[in-house]
């Protein structure tokens, strides 16, 4: 194995294997959506336990994840004897297919200068921090108790977000303009901490730019999956942070576009060697996993497969 690849995918383990508590579900949906997805959205438990045995998650971890998804509705089970397979549900593809357009997609356009507003009605205390919590993670702003915005959204996308936020009956949704030139700047300043934002990418992009200047030699497959996952892993749950404000609302220079183009890099980098390592790896009940879908190499704008390994 090249040294300085091993070295910094093994600082990237370290990284992840600190936190408390460990989430394995949440690396297991990382994996499903980045890797299983692409290619036929199932996989065997069987191959899953040593697909993610690298991050530190064990058999016992694994089982009790998988489950616990079934259960929350985004994997659907599949028995054949005594061996199991997991594939994305009806809903978990839907989820996923939004999430893919978030975390892959280009930057946002310029947009209307429209925006959308969500006005929550009163509820229980437990149940507005859920969607307090829910809508910001889909990018909304919060501009006073019970009121979100966020720049006018497309109207599939919106209708996927308030579906998925389970918003009450009661709830009302506007689409607005604002009356003075000014207004946008401020708003955003109310709705979002963009310095918060812009820290945790520049944290990235120092992290995984020690990353990059490490994979300039050949790569083992198990290396080129492990960095793989856990850069879309990090990367996925910082963007899922970020409004996707259009240029014109946002500070310039703004560092998520140097993210953004840096996980670009390393995800060409590493794709050729992460594939091989699903073949290897992981499988179906009934066989191989199939190829990865040709849509895949559209992530990030476009990307050509690096194929040294």
Same mark, same amino acid.
């Given at each position: 194995m090249p040294n300085r690849a091993s070295a910094v995918a093994a600082d990237l383990v370290e990284r992840f294997r600190r936190q408390r508590p460990l989430r394995a579900g949440s690396l297991i949906v990382t994996i499903f959506g980045d890797s299983i997805m692409p290619r036929g =959205?199932?996989? !065997?438990?069987?191959? *899953?336990?040593?697909? #993610?045995?690298?991050?530190?998650?064990?058999?016992?971890?694994?089982?009790?994840?998988?489950?616990?998804?079934a259960q929350e509705g985004w994997l659907a089970a599949r028995r054949v004897g005594k061996r199991s397979e997991y594939r994305l549900s009806e809903a978990g593809r839907e989820r996923f297919a939004e999430a893919t357009e978030r975390i892959y997609g280009e930057p946002a356009a310029e947009g209307s200068g429209r925006w959308t507003l969500i006005v929550l009605p009163p509820m229980p205390v437990?149940?507005?921090?859920?969607?307090?919590?829910?809508?910001?993670?889909?990018?909304?702003?919060?501009?006073?108790? =019970?009121?979100? !915005?966020?720049?006018? *959204?497309?109207?599939? #996308?919106?209708?996927?977000?308030?579906?998925?936020a389970n918003l009450p009956d009661r709830a009302l949704v506007f689409e607005a303009d604002l009356a003075s030139p000014a207004s946008p700047v401020r708003l955003v300043r109310l709705g979002w901490d963009l310095k918060d934002l812009a820290r945790r990418y520049q944290r990235f992009v120092a992290r995984f730019g020690l990353v990059e200047a490490a994979l300039g030699e050949r790569l083992d497959p198990e290396i080129g999956f492990i960095v793989r996952t856990l850069l879309i892993h990090e990367y996925r749950r910082l963007h899922l942070r970020d409004p996707l404000l259009p240029a014109r609302l946002l500070p310039a220079d703004w560092p998520g576009l140097k993210a953004a183009e840096l996980c670009r890099s390393i995800y060409a980098r590493v794709f050729a060697a992460s594939e091989a390592h699903l073949s290897a790896v992981a499988a179906r009940i009934d066989g191989a996993l199939p190829g990865a879908d040709a849509s895949i190499l559209q992530r990030f704008g476009g990307f050509a497969a690096d194929t040294r390994r």
């Open positions: =959205g199932a996989v !065997a438990l069987g191959s *899953l336990i040593p697909l #993610t045995q690298p991050f530190g998650l064990n058999e016992r971890l694994v089982r009790t994840a998988t489950a616990r998804l437990t149940q507005r921090r859920r969607l307090r919590q829910e809508l910001a993670w889909q990018g909304f702003g919060e501009l006073g108790n =019970g009121v979100f !915005a966020h720049p006018q *959204l497309p109207a599939r #996308t919106l209708a996927w977000q308030i579906r998925g």
